[in-house]
């Protein structure tokens, strides 16, 4: 069974830093593209960042030049450190990643979501 399991929330004051972290486990051919999302109260969900497998990144305006990805892919671990955070940034943060599973028989694709983690930026 898969599982991406998230950690590194929790609350800051304006312009404080905090470090999300997403490790995926089980049944692991490949992974693809792994991401952050976020989702505010009464907002959809939006995509932060993004990176591939070759470590290209892209980001949302509001966060460029704040928030960092990267990943290690022999843990299957994505990351998203922020810095400068800003009450609009306060939102439940969701892991993303492709993940490809080999059965024995085939190769099966899909997009897998984490638990979600509560990000609050207050002062």
């Known amino acids: 069974q898969l599982q991406l399991v998230e950690s590194g929330g929790g609350s800051v004051l304006p312009g404080g830093s905090l470090r999300l972290s997403c490790a995926a486990s089980g049944n692991i051919f490949r992974i693809n593209a792994m991401g952050w999302y976020r989702q505010a109260p009464g907002k959809q969900r939006e995509l932060v960042a993004a990176?591939?497998?070759?470590?290209?990144?892209n980001y949302a305006d509001s966060v460029k030049g704040r928030f960092t990805i990267s990943r290690d892919n022999a843990k299957n671990t994505v990351y998203l450190q922020m810095n400068s955070l800003k009450p609009e940034d306060t939102a439940v943060y969701y892991c993303?990643?492709?993940?490809?599973?080999?059965?024995?028989?085939?190769?099966?694709?899909?997009?897998?979501w984490g638990q979600g983690t509560q990000v609050t930026v207050s002062s």
């Open positions: 990176i591939t497998s070759g470590g290209s990144t």
């Open positions: 993303n990643a492709d993940v490809t599973q080999y059965s024995g028989m085939y190769y099966d694709s899909r997009d897998r």
